[in-house]
């Protein structure tokens, strides 16, 4: 395995190769405007096997929305264009920015160490709020964590018959993090970059601290209700999904027999604030495209949000501080900005240009249990990204 096989792995795609969704793929558009290489774009991963597909594209053409496959397993109904879809990793962008607000705010320098403000989980007293959002803390990923050899340590269960038999079980944020803590570090802190969803679990508890108010109410106070992100939500411990949307299927393995169930309906706990939002692709068109232009850091911040770790390169370009920075190639107008993820189920698609006026979010389900979507997935993003952001 490459090393970014093993970090797109990371980030959830093995999630979406999980899903099981089937039925013809018949592409939708915005009324008032047809983009057919737009169209083209989403029935080719429908194609590759993905079950369904919800793309909107804004850019100086105005605003596109499409949608490709069926929302339900069985059903000929496309995916709505405004449906609700788990947004998986894609929530630590959220959560980058809540910390760093906090920054700017001199409630915690980015440098500074967090051990003292959470003080009953003996976190290395050299690990700052920086390692946090960059991954370079050193933390074990409590969901598992991938070593150099290809094994991995085994987590909290999320993948197989031990997930869909807790799949409505509620961990703690704290439960988390003291497993993480439990187990030796991947490394010393600083040393080199490893993406693990403990260090937002961790800034969740950090923020909370901080505010002294739950999580998800100060992401609403801060974020949602000002820009008026109505489809947006911080679950915790909530197994419903807000209509309308498009159904998530789960194929696993039990005593020698596949079966496929809809997970639809889940507790997103056991990844908290690394991955338990639930979003539309026009909120997170909007909230991308507002943090993008400036509107919700200070210009020195964005500037380290923006600051990418050498060791980090992926399919999705290096990391930032939760984000990442994708270079396209020659013919391409700069840099891209984004953070993607998948949840059991569904991924997420959130891509902006840095000024914030060309953006692209979008959520897939899994396919037909015979197609592995995943080994198609680099090709059909990549054209994806370029038809949107290079004009090819």
Request: hydrophobic share 35%; with cysteine; glycine share 12%.
């Amino acid at each position: 395995m490459t090393k970014t096989s093993r970090t797109s792995r990371r980030i959830g795609l093995t999630a979406l190769a999980a899903a099981l969704l089937t039925g013809v793929a018949v592409p939708t558009a915005s009324a008032g405007q047809d983009r057919p290489e737009l169209r083209q774009a989403v029935q080719e991963f429908v194609d590759a096997g993905f079950g369904g597909m919800q793309l909107r594209v804004r850019d100086e053409r105005g605003e596109w929305t499409g949608s490709a496959g069926v929302r339900e397993l069985g059903g000929t109904a496309k995916p709505p264009t405004n449906g609700h879809f788990r947004v998986g990793s894609t929530s630590k962008n959220f959560t980058a920015t809540l910390v760093l607000q906090l920054v700017a705010e001199g409630r915690i320098g980015l440098d500074t160490p967090v051990a003292g403000f959470l003080p009953r989980f003996g976190l290395d007293s050299r690990i700052t709020v920086r390692m946090l959002l960059q991954h370079t803390s050193g933390l074990f990923n409590h969901t598992g964590q991938y070593n150099p050899d290809g094994t991995v340590t085994p987590g909290i269960p999320w993948a197989g018959k031990e997930w869909v038999d807790k799949r409505f079980h509620t961990y703690r944020p704290e439960e988390l993090v003291r497993l993480a803590v439990a187990k030796s570090p991947v490394f010393e802190p600083g040393a080199r970059w490893d993406y693990s969803n403990t260090n937002y679990v961790v800034a969740r508890l950090l923020v909370e601290k901080l505010t002294g108010r739950p999580f998800a109410e100060e992401l609403d106070r801060r974020i949602l209700r000002p820009l008026k992100l109505r489809g947006t939500l911080s679950p915790n411990a909530w197994p419903g999904m807000p209509e309308p949307y498009a159904h998530a299927y789960y194929r696993y393995e039990d005593a020698g027999q596949w079966k496929t169930i809809d997970v639809t309906h889940q507790n997103p706990s056991w990844i908290s604030s690394a991955g338990d939002m639930i979003s539309t692709t026009k909120d997170l068109q909007t909230y991308f495209s507002v943090l993008q232009s400036g509107k919700l850091l200070p210009a020195w911040l964005m500037a380290e949000m923006r600051k990418t770790h050498p060791g980090s390169e992926s399919l999705y370009g290096f990391y930032g501080l939760g984000q990442f920075t994708q270079d396209l190639g020659p013919g391409c107008a700069g840099p891209i900005l984004n953070h993607n993820g998948g949840n059991n189920g569904y991924g997420s698609l959130m891509y902006s240009t840095p000024d914030g006026g060309k953006t692209l979010t979008g959520s897939i389900t899994a396919g037909a249990p015979e197609i592995d979507p995943v080994p198609s997935y680099p090709a059909a993003l990549n054209k994806l990204l370029k038809t949107v952001f290079c004009g090819k």
